[in-house]
């Protein structure tokens, strides 16, 4: 299927406004979702019952030749095939008629993209972990979700309505009045609509092709880098040598008191048990409401936070520096994944991704995942072999520079914009000087060490305890003083 391009000038933006639908309204909304989640299962098992019975089959020793066809599972055949299915089948025959033809197109698109990743995971074709194949969607845990791409899709002349397919006009919770503007000047047009029950609410996403001029940055010629933390959310130095620290919020944290009463609260209800078939009472099910809305908070948080760092970085510089985090390989660090996962370093990578290129048209560069920015001296370029994460300061055993760990990262990263075109990517070393050689294991990371019950004399790993800091043989050192920036 050939993917939709934008006219030249225009982009492809989602605008999301949050529902406030009536008791029929949200009934006909979860009726949707479950028609989704209903095709999307029997798409599943119904390609999968090929599979099967080959396997079967060939147990039996039938030859190659007499096996059942492999059904496919492009999503026209998908389509074909359901159409049969929902008026003979009694599965779907008495009551497919009461939800839009969308609700179960979404689930066979849904079960059909599921299989071509599958597919090119088990051909090599597709980036990142092996995928397994589709699994059955559960009522109980499927996110509730439904797409709208034909029918009547708009936004109501007075800004707080929206008029779906079969679901008719449900009123929004906040205006979305910017959308209706640009629809009513032609700058604007609606091409699909999702709806989604997400933290505890009903929103709606609208997908639009919309005309829109870049926007120029505050400060086009200043590169940024940025060091993200825990203990501090990000540190920014930009190519003036000026430094700026984020501190970090910890949303998670700051409720996780609030988190232990709901959660004891939930712990003394009767809660379900899908063992025994035990449904929940109704005091679980509005404890656990007021648990849930605790973590809605948290992720809202969390999320206004990171919208407002990324959008500040992107339209003040010209250049943006960021690191190319192993986040899926730092959460499985016990002592560190909480953390890790409440700054969402991942999330920061991401909205800087799109808002550079898309809204500013800036430069964004990704440094190399071992690119060695906090063992690196930002004054003269000397290159530690270790530097382990408990040592919070770096100091410098050639120039005498005593820096903050993070900061000298942040400005490695600011310089390596500049190494792009000229330079070895040293903050002090801009110019043509020739490149500092890396000693053995700098461009790795440092090693996690742990205690050894028997102490050794002249360990390996670098610093470890006061009396045996000593100056590492294997760091080097640059041929000339240089002066920062």
Not at 87 to 95: E, K, V
């Amino acid at each position: 299927m050939k993917k939709f391009q934008a006219q030249p000038g225009f982009v492809v933006q989602a605008f999301r406004f949050a529902l406030d639908p009536n008791a029929a309204q949200e009934r006909s909304l979860r009726s949707h979702c479950g028609a989704a989640r209903a095709a999307y299962n029997w798409a599943v098992g119904w390609v999968e019952a090929s599979w099967w019975q080959r396997r079967a089959e060939e147990t039996y020793g039938v030859p190659e030749a007499g096996l059942t066809q492999w059904r496919p599972w492009s999503l026209p055949s998908l389509r074909k095939a359901f159409n049969e299915a929902k008026h003979t089948g009694p599965r779907f025959a008495s009551w497919w008629e009461e939800n839009s033809k969308e609700a179960y197109n979404t689930g066979l698109a849904n079960a059909a993209a599921a299989f071509d990743n599958y597919a090119k995971s088990r051909q090599g074709k597709r980036r990142g972990r092996a995928m397994g194949m589709p699994r059955l969607k559960s009522k109980r845990k499927a996110r509730l979700s439904c797409r709208f791409t034909t029918g009547t899709i708009r936004v109501d002349a007075d800004g707080r309505h929206v008029t779906l397919p079969r679901l008719g006009t449900i009123r929004t919770h906040e205006p979305a009045g910017k959308l209706l503007a640009g629809v009513q000047a032609g700058r604007a047009r609606i091409l699909s609509a999702t709806v989604r029950h997400e933290r505890g609410r009903w929103l709606v996403s609208f997908q639009t092709e919309v005309e829109r001029d870049l926007e120029h940055v505050a400060r086009p010629e200043v590169a940024v880098g940025i060091d993200l933390g825990v203990k501090t959310l990000a540190v920014t130095a930009d190519s003036t040598g000026e430094i700026r620290t984020v501190p970090n919020p910890r949303h998670y944290d700051r409720a996780r008191e609030q988190l232990r009463r709901a959660s004891r609260v939930v712990s003394r209800r009767q809660g379900p048990d899908r063992r025994t078939g035990q449904k929940p009472s109704r005091r679980w099910e509005k404890a656990n409401a007021q648990r849930n809305k605790v973590h809605h908070r948290v992720a809202n948080l969390r999320q206004d936070a990171l919208h407002k760092l990324t959008t500040g970085v992107a339209a003040e510089y010209g250049t943006v520096v960021v690191e190319d985090l192993n986040v899926a390989g730092m959460l499985r660090n016990r002592c560190l994944a909480r953390q890790i996962a409440d700054a969402g370093f991942g999330e920061i990578r991401r909205q800087l991704t799109y808002k550079t290129r898309r809204r500013h048209a800036t430069r964004l560069v990704v440094a190399d995942r071992w690119y060695p920015s906090s063992k690196t001296c930002s004054g003269c370029g000397t290159v530690k072999a270790k530097l382990p994460l408990h040592i919070r300061t770096y100091e410098c055993d050639a120039c005498g520079l005593v820096i903050d760990r993070d900061d000298n990262a942040a400005l490695n990263l600011a310089a390596l914009a500049a190494a792009a075109v000229t330079g070895t990517g040293v903050a002090g070393d801009q110019g043509t000087v020739p490149a500092v050689s890396k000693p053995r294991g700098a461009d790795r990371k440092t090693r996690t060490t742990r205690p050894r019950r028997k102490a050794e004399a002249g360990r390996a790993g670098g610093a470890t305890l006061p009396h045996q800091r000593q100056t590492e043989t294997r760091d080097r050192t640059q041929a000339e003083a240089l002066t920062l920036w």
